[in-house]
């Protein structure tokens, strides 16, 4: 990375560490752009050459998962199939470790079921992120996946993952951190294991 690109990364990370901690002490609502700006020593009106709205700072890594499917699908194997890729994704690309361990996860689910407007944003995040893995496997997997089978494959999935990290999370306290994670990568294979099965 260049040095700007280094201080841009440290100005976004301060944003979202700002915005954290006064969602925690003042509450979602009761706090402002401003307030995060300020907190973060930038100027309000540079906030938006970061991050598009305040939600947005409670799902700053939105387009890792695109971005872990195509690096998988660009090293992938001759006799690789699409629930390789995904399955690929969720084991090396520390999925499930965000949605279980990432700092800003108790946060962000809390407020997911609490706000609105959070919960909003959550959803349309992650419906495009589901869309656009669907059209990438679509067009990477011409004979095996149609429009109809790629969205449904890529539900399934972001669906057994979803639902075992928040499954995950609502038994906080458990398991250590690390345990927690892998013992919701297990049960997602479990789940996904007859997808997985060759002919």
Not at 20 to 33: K, M, P, S, V, W
Not at 128 to 152: G, K, M, V
């Amino acid at each position: 990375m260049s040095l700007r690109e280094r201080k841009r990364a440290r100005t976004r990370q301060a944003l979202i560490d700002a915005a954290a901690d006064l969602f925690e002490r003042n509450g979602y609502d009761e706090t402002t752009i401003a307030d995060i700006a300020a907190a973060a020593e930038i100027g309000t009106r540079t906030f938006f050459s970061y991050f598009a709205s305040k939600e947005d700072l409670l799902f700053p890594d939105a387009e890792s998962r695109v971005q872990a499917l195509l690096e998988a699908l660009a090293n992938r194997a001759p006799d690789d199939r699409p629930i390789d890729l995904l399955v690929r994704v969720l084991v090396d690309g520390g999925e499930v470790s965000d949605d279980i361990i990432g700092k800003l996860t108790p946060l962000r689910m809390r407020l997911v079921q609490t706000v609105p407007a959070v919960q909003g944003r959550a959803l349309q995040i992650q419906f495009a992120a589901e869309r656009r893995i669907a059209e990438i496997l679509a067009e990477a997997f011409p004979d095996e996946l149609d429009d109809l089978s790629a969205r449904t494959l890529t539900g399934a999935f972001a669906g057994a993952v979803r639902g075992a990290s928040q499954a995950m999370l609502d038994r906080d306290g458990e398991l250590p951190p690390e345990q927690r994670t892998e013992a919701t990568r297990q049960a997602i294979m479990t789940t996904l294991a007859p997808l997985l099965k060759r002919d």
